[in-house]
């Protein structure tokens, strides 16, 4: 099937609803994964690759807002549906607001859903993709390598390690914009105990000493909340 290689996260916490969808979607070829919270539902985006998002917006653990935003701190380029109960025009503003493509109050009729993942996917798919980006240049004086972990400032190279990479990469791709502490856990570590929670300040703190080097790039604290690149 022409599906076959399209993988689609699908989060709802009714069971018999998301069995259904899942179901569905699966019939229609696509790859399709059914998390039944929040919480499992970004464990497995960052445990996996995924074309497509659909997210119900009132879910246990981590709400559909919530968890919009988490995976955009992960990945911006990857688009997301919402699906729910709600109709009030400030909720559909609060999901497009964060950057979604589409917004479906239920009830809907499933052969609608997926004739919008097919529009989205044509639409993205239309454009480049900025998932695949290895190069960055930072301020004037800095250029990132993240496939070959290698830091240039000021024309010297430094060899960082691969959790140095992945956090720097994910600032990288949120530049100018806080990434949350959690999210940057689960996607790094997989886990965001206070074990990995300590390890990852040890790296920031190491990509900080590395690209204050540069002055015209700052990795930022923002207390209670995570950190922020900036240049």
Known sequence: MENENTAILLAEDEE???????DYLRAKGYQTDLYLDGEKAFKG????????????????????????????????????????????????IQGLSLGVD??????FSIEELLLRIEAILRRHRAVPSEFGRTTFKLGKNTTFYYSKQILAINNKETKITTKEAELLRMLCMNKNTVVDRNSALIAVWSDDSYFNARSMDVYIAKLRRHVHQDPDVKIINVRGKGFKLVY
Do not use: Q, W
Not at 16 to 22: A, E, I, N, V, W
């Open 16 to 22: 018999s609803m998301g069995t259904l969808l899942c």
């Open 45 to 92: 985006f960052c445990a996996k690759r995924y074309d497509i998002c659909i997210l119900d917006v009132m879910m246990p653990k981590k709400d559909g807002y919530t968890l919009a935003a988490d995976i955009h701190s992960i990945a911006p380029e990857v688009p997301i549906i919402f699906l729910t109960a709600k109709n009030m025009k400030e909720d559909v």
């Open 102 to 107: 589409d917004y479906i109050t239920k009830p």
